[in-house]
């Protein structure tokens, strides 16, 4: 790993065996402040991730669940949404090519997550970290969201719909000779 991240917990290869290695992280205080705001959520009132690492022909499989207590803004408020996320996982640590990883790669819903690493170390809390931020909630909602975004004029998914905006077609028809 070349960069620093706010929740580093590099786990050294070579401390692996030829079986499983049982591990867990958690991020402390300090920690979560720093992914919060990375991440802009109000709060991350906890993170923890269990991992169980196998070594295999192409790196390294990490399997395992993610646990987080967030507090993300909602989208049409800004009034704080508090959310759990109970997240299974499963990574392939693959090591960085000399020619660099910039290429897009498309995958099925079977494949693994992919993170790459250089040296001698994959870093458990940044996979934990990008693991939560494909976790949240992309589009968080408070109790007073229906209410804010009708007033502002966004219409529901159902109005959204060919078939409500054909209704509304047909009820403007009726009218006309």
């Known amino acids: 790993m070349t960069e620093a991240y706010e929740f580093s917990r590099p786990r050294r290869l070579d401390t692996l065996g030829e079986g499983e290695a049982v591990t867990s ?12 705001r990375r991440f802009g959520l109000i709060a991350l009132e906890a993170l923890t991730a269990d991992y169980s690492l196998r ?9 395992g669940t993610l646990g987080a207590r967030v ?24 090591p960085e090519s000399a020619e ?24 458990l809390g940044e996979a ?4 939560l931020a ?23 998914e159902e109005e959204a719909k060919p078939a409500g905006a054909l209704a509304g077609l047909k009820d403007l028809l009726k009218g006309q000779p």
């Open 71 to 94: 507090v993300q803004a909602c989208i049409a408020t800004g009034d704080p949404v508090p959310d759990t996320i109970a997240e299974d996982f499963r990574i392939r640590f693959l």
């Open 134 to 156: 494909l976790a949240l909630d992309p589009y968080p909602r408070s109790p007073r969201a229906a209410d804010a975004l009708r007033d502002a004029g966004v219409m529901t």
């Open 55 to 63: 070594r295999d022909a192409a790196g390294i499989t990490a399997t």
């Open 100 to 123: 660099g990883n910039d290429d897009e790669v498309e995958l099925d819903s079977g494949d693994l997550d992919t993170m790459f690493y250089a040296g001698s170390a994959i870093d």
């Open 128 to 131: 934990a970290a990008e693991t």
């Open 25 to 36: 992280v958690e991020a402390d205080a300090g920690e979560r402040v720093a992914l919060a």
